[in-house]
């Protein structure tokens, strides 16, 4: 058998054992809990590749990116135009999934060509601008996306017998393959990104988001760096939107891919740390935990009491005081990188005065 490699090789030896630990009990976890609390970590999954995403072109590169909804919708619509029975192409899961993943990163080029000169809040303003007629498009365009009444049934990937009856004592059969589909997507996510880190193109990405001007007079093509990212992001999230729809077996409302979606994975960053990985896991278990796993128990609780208390309608603020207590008391985040850490706190360190000469 040849070796894996070396862009995971290399990664996979850079993992510190308490992740890989995490990864073998999110392995069993199907094992120990119900189908419900199974499909929602599925979605966990998702949202973090998106996060991932985001943490390319806001984490690495330092460029702040408001649309990354956008293109998680659109991930989520090539998927179901290569899919569903309405079209001719029907393709496979995976073939789908790959040309999702091409296609919107092709869309990152085009919004990035034209705009990478852009820096701060009109880069910024640009991408808002683009998510929102991404959005109107998808909405309007109901003869290609069916607008409000979306795209489906979205055909589920196949699954081989002989798994089939290996996952059918652990539930739903779809729902299981599909968790364990997402983990290992998300996984060698992880170690692409991880390898990126320590590569000259990460560290192209960094050089820009400390000082433009001093990295491009050392050689680094600002141009080439910053459009590399957007397009890695732009593919990330329309990977996760391709898996988003087809485990939805939907494209889903278009407003589902508005400014909200793209501020609350922003969010995520920020809470957890931005150009951190471990950072914006954590992140997205806590914002998106909180919103998928925690709220619904919360909201059946306040009906069982009898109370008209709706914890969902209080989202956006809960994500709105979180964001503001961490800019103010910890604006590194809860796991930052170690650069950012310093950067952040350098200032802080106490100065040691001279000692007068004896």
């Not at 997402?182 to 060698?188: K, Q």
Request: charged share 10%; aromatic share 10%.
């Amino acid at each position: 058998m040849s070796p894996a490699p070396a862009i995971f090789r290399s990664a996979w030896w850079r993992w510190p054992r308490w992740e890989l630990a995490t990864l073998v009990v999110l392995l069993l976890l199907p094992l120990a809990i119900g189908g419900g609390l199974g499909g929602k970590m599925t979605d966990l999954f998702i949202f973090a590749i998106l996060a991932l995403g985001l943490n390319v072109v806001v984490g690495y590169t330092g460029l702040l990116h408001l649309g990354i909804g956008a293109f998680f919708g659109i991930g989520a619509y090539i998927a179901g135009i290569l899919t569903i029975a309405n079209y001719p192409f029907q393709v496979s899961f995976t073939t789908a999934l790959v040309l999702a993943t091409l296609g919107t990163g092709i869309w990152g080029l085009i919004l990035g060509a034209p705009t990478i000169r852009l820096r701060g809040d009109y880069l910024a303003l640009v991408t808002l601008g683009f998510g929102e007629v991404v959005k109107v498009a998808l909405k309007n365009l109901e003869d290609i996306t069916g607008g409000m009444q979306t795209l489906n049934p979205l055909p589920p990937p196949a699954v081989p017998d002989w798994l089939a009856n290996c996952l059918r004592p652990l539930g739903s059969v779809n729902d299981v393959f599909f968790y364990y589909l997402a983990l290992l997507i998300l996984a060698g996510v992880v170690m692409l990104l991880r390898n990126l880190e320590h590569s000259r193109l990460g560290r192209a990405w960094v050089a820009l988001r400390e000082d433009e001007l001093a990295a491009t007079c050392l050689g680094i093509n600002a141009t080439r760096v910053k459009l590399s990212a957007f397009a890695l992001g732009a593919a990330l999230a329309g990977m996760a939107g391709c898996l988003f729809a087809t485990k939805l077996s939907s494209t889903s409302d278009p407003h589902t891919y508005s400014f909200n979606l793209s501020i609350t994975v922003l969010c995520c960053l920020i809470l957890g740390g931005l150009g951190s990985i471990r950072g914006v896991l954590l992140g997205v278990l806590l914002l998106k935990g909180y919103e998928i796993i925690l709220v619904p128990q919360l909201d059946q609780w306040a009906q069982s009491l009898h109370w008209t208390l709706s914890f969902k309608e209080w989202n956006l603020m809960t994500f709105g005081v979180v964001l503001i207590l961490m800019v103010r008391f910890r604006p590194e985040g809860l796991l930052p990188s170690r650069r950012i850490q310093h950067e952040l706190h350098q200032d802080t360190q106490p100065i040691v005065e001279p000692k007068p000469a004896s």
